[in-house]
């Protein structure tokens, strides 16, 4: 059974960095399928961040791009998602999530269960 | 850039009737690249269904989802009470995923 397990700091002061790790186990990441980040702003809805390969080629949403680093270690099966100059706006749940793309269809198939980072002094 | 729209906002039923909910996208889209997610809350999303009708595994059959080109359609043939949650549809293209803002079930 894949499972994905997101990781970091719940607080984080504005004008800094988010980081967060997302360990994956059942599944070794370079066997396939694509890894990414989406986020849920409090009692709003779902936002995709990124999208990255076990080769680390990334995929970013282009309102975040210049924001947004992603790399993956398959030695400890995990990847990572930095965002930088964070705001009160990115103020979210944070999910990893392994994502099918490709074979015709394209959808995410497991999620992690998300932690709660805050942007606050 | 594709952006979906979900109506109606919020769905008021009661257990045992029939849910509707759609999903309209600003242009036409290939089925193959349309999902549905259910999220009950404090938990994460749950893949209900894609590339449009092909329900996920574990999925109940009371789940089905249809529509081509730019509008889409999650029907819930009976509700269960553990059926009422947030929905959202969902888009890949341009090696972007896309959501839609998402349809709340409440109990009416």
């Known amino acids: 059974q894949v499972q994905l397990q997101e990781s970091g700091p719940g607080l984080v002061k504005p004008s800094e960095t988010l980081s967060l790790i997302c360990a994956v186990s059942?599944?070794?990441?370079?066997?396939?399928?694509?890894w990414g980040w989406i986020r849920q702003p409090p009692g709003k809805g779902l936002e995709w961040i990124g999208t990255?390969?076990?080769?680390?080629?990334?995929y970013n949403n282009p309102s975040l791009e210049s924001r947004v680093t992603m790399s993956v270690d398959t030695s400890k099966n995990q990847f990572s998602l930095m965002l930088s100059s964070v705001t009160a706006a990115d103020t979210a749940v944070y999910y990893c999530?392994?994502?099918?793309?490709?074979?015709?269809?394209?959808?995410?198939?497991?999620w992690g269960t998300g932690t709660t980072v805050t942007v606050s002094s | 850039e594709i952006v979906l729209t979900q109506s109606p906002g919020t769905l008021s039923l009661s257990p045992g009737e029939r849910a509707t909910l759609s999903c309209r996208a600003s242009?036409?889209?290939?089925?193959?690249?349309l999902a549905w997610y259910q999220q009950k809350p404090g938990q994460s999303p749950r893949l209900l269904i894609y590339?449009?009708?092909d329900r996920a595994t574990g999925i109940p059959d009371r789940f089905s989802g249809s529509g081509s080109g730019t509008d889409f359609t999650l029907s819930i043939s009976r509700l269960e009470p553990e059926d009422f949650a947030v929905y959202y549809c969902?888009?890949?293209?341009?090696?972007?995923?896309?959501f839609g803002p998402g349809t709340t079930v409440d109990i009416k």
């Open positions: 999530a392994r994502l099918v793309v490709g074979s015709g269809t394209y959808y995410v198939d497991v």
């Open positions: 059942g599944y070794p990441i370079r066997r396939g399928y694509y």
């Open positions: 990255i390969y076990h080769d680390g080629i990334t």
């Open positions: 242009q036409s889209v290939s089925s193959s690249y």
């Open positions: 590339a449009a009708s």
């Open positions: 969902q888009h890949y293209g341009r090696s972007r995923f896309t």
